[in-house]
């Protein structure tokens, strides 16, 4: 049997008032177990793991330990190419409460937190006021860092400590927050189910921020379509980034085949992780793009293992010396493959590996541009903004 279609959706009117959130989804239904009706959702956050499995799993954990378990709100939504947890926390906050309020019930929660940037929290805080809600939902700044949303390091920032990724053994399913089983999903995930437990198709849709020239937006769309429907592609775009700051490049011409779900994106090496979608320009320089944000990347890096501390400033450093056009060192670029090799894997957490992903996607898409710059020129436009957001201006 097919899923419901999606009826409602998650953005909304743009009214994120609790009178405009039950004119269009109405009360939510007490009856039913969340992990019945989750079927074949999936985490909205980049690892995609199936939400009833993750459900009974913290609830089990829970159980075995004889503690209440406790469920964490992801907002922290680093990347700074995506959009779509921040359009959700601002225009449907009361869907994403509601998905908390179902999580709790699922693993016996007693304790019930949501984690979002600073400057949405008075937003978020109307919003818990409008449902009486200030004492059951407590909330967590997190700070404007690409890894704040880092599963661990969010418990840690939770917890009253750095927001910093520690190791995954035990994973935070088993010991996070004040030690107990802790559920972090993800706020699109918590909405989704929201909408899973009255009856809509939410389980086959998706937000993704979408980035062509000169202008971003926030659009949801079923995971079965294809990418060059979602995303406006044209005879100049060269390629796409798919996923983020820890995604993949993919020509143009292979994105165009592919549909949003994951089995077809993994059969190009790419996942939809942070739900991600850039349509390079033809005017822009690939490897110049590459480079700014993987010096981003290093510098965001928690600095507590020799992946980060070390091999990301150098990755960085030997990409930005290859985005100049000009003579270079001969073995720079076999260099810089080495190391991105040594790095994967090592890490405490995976921002090592994510890192290195967009730049091995980088250097074979680029090739061609590595060679022109090789030979002493680029072909981006003279003067051409640039295309990718990096905070702080790097470039």
């Known amino acids: 049997m097919s899923a419901p279609p999606l009826t409602r959706g998650l953005l909304g009117t743009g009214d994120p008032s609790l009178v405009a959130h039950l004119a269009t989804h109405g009360p939510l ?33 829970a159980r075995a330990a004889r503690v209440p378990a406790v469920v964490v709100g992801n907002g922290g939504e680093g990347e700074p190419a995506a959009a779509k947890d921040a359009t959700l926390l601002a225009r449907s906050p009361h869907l994403v409460l509601d998905g908390l309020q179902l999580a709790a019930r699922a693993v016996g929660a007693d304790t019930v937190v949501l984690a979002a940037g600073r400057h949405q929290l008075a937003g978020l805080d109307r919003a818990l006021g409008e449902r009486g809600d200030r004492e059951r939902v407590r909330l967590v700044g997190l700070p404007d860092r690409f890894l704040a949303g880092e599963e661990t390091a969010l418990v840690a920032a939770v917890d009253g400590g750095p927001s910093l990724p520690r190791g ?4 935070v399913w088993q010991r996070g927050v004040q030690g107990r089983p802790t559920l972090v999903q993800n706020v699109e995930t918590l909405a989704r189910l929201a909408l899973l437990a009255r009856g809509d198709g939410a389980a086959g849709h998706t937000l993704v921020t979408r980035h062509v020239a000169g202008r971003a937006d926030v659009a949801e769309v079923p995971l079965g379509a294809r990418l060059a429907a979602v995303l406006p592609l044209d005879a100049g775009t060269q390629a796409v980034l798919v996923g983020g700051y820890h995604g993949s490049w993919l020509p143009a011409a292979v994105a165009a085949e592919l549909t949003l779900e994951r089995s077809s994106l993994a059969s190009v090496g790419a996942s939809l992780g942070a739900g991600v979608l850039a349509a390079l320009p033809a005017d822009r320089c690939g490897v110049r793009e590459t480079a700014a944000v993987v010096g981003y990347l290093a510098a965001q890096s928690a600095g507590q293992c020799g992946p980060c501390l070390n091999g990301l400033p150098r990755i960085a450093t030997a990409l930005e010396l290859l985005a100049r056009p000009g003579p270079r060192r001969p073995q720079l670029l076999a260099d810089l493959e080495r190391w991105s090799g040594l790095v994967v894997g090592r890490g405490a957490c995976t921002h090592p590996d994510g890192s290195v992903r967009l730049v091995a996607s980088a250097l074979r898409v680029f090739a061609p541009e590595l060679d022109a710059h090789a030979a002493g020129w680029c072909t981006a436009a003279p003067g051409a903004r640039p295309f990718l957001p990096v905070p702080g201006g790097a470039r």
């Open 168 to 171: 995954k053994v035990p994973p």
């Open 29 to 61: 239904p007490h009856g039913g177990h969340p992990t019945s009706f989750a079927g074949e959702l999936t985490g909205r956050g980049g690892a995609g793991f199936p939400t009833a499995r993750k459900l009974a799993s913290v609830a089990d954990a």
